[in-house]
């Protein structure tokens, strides 16, 4: 089973890019669908992105399409999240997660925490 670290959140003005970055632990890295989330403060976790084992396909929340994009690699062991155009909305702690289609399947890292001041 993979183990998942988070990373890259931070402040940014609304309208402002950050990239999230998650890296997997565990060699059967490449063979995992790949999925992040959010939660909001006080709000229940939702999907945000995800993409299959090879990179194949990606699929986003309405939310955030033609904002943010999803990618990885697999040599590097990695998942990325580039997000552009940061609503105030967008405000949450971000986690990444092994996915089958929007369904997290863990395992849950300790999230990255990403603000978006208007």
């Known amino acids: 089973q993979v183990q998942l670290v988070e990373s890259g959140g931070g402040l940014v003005q609304a309208g402002g890019s950050l990239r999230l970055s998650c890296a997997a632990s565990?060699?059967?890295?490449?063979?995992?669908?790949m999925g992040w989330f959010r939660q909001a403060p006080g709000k229940e976790r939702e999907f945000v992105a995800g993409?299959?084992?090879?990179?194949?396909?990606?699929y986003y929340a309405d939310s955030v399409k033609g904002r943010f994009t999803i990618s990885r690699d697999n040599a590097k062991n990695t998942v990325l999240l580039q997000m552009s155009s940061l609503k105030p909305e967008d405000t949450a702690v971000y986690y990444c997660?092994?996915?089958?289609?929007?369904?997290?399947?863990?395992?849950w890292g300790q999230g990255t925490t990403v603000t978006v001041s208007s």
């Open positions: 997660s092994t996915v089958n289609g929007r369904l997290g399947l863990g395992p």
């Open positions: 565990g060699r059967a890295f490449s063979t995992y669908s």
């Open positions: 993409i299959s084992s090879r990179a194949v396909s990606t």
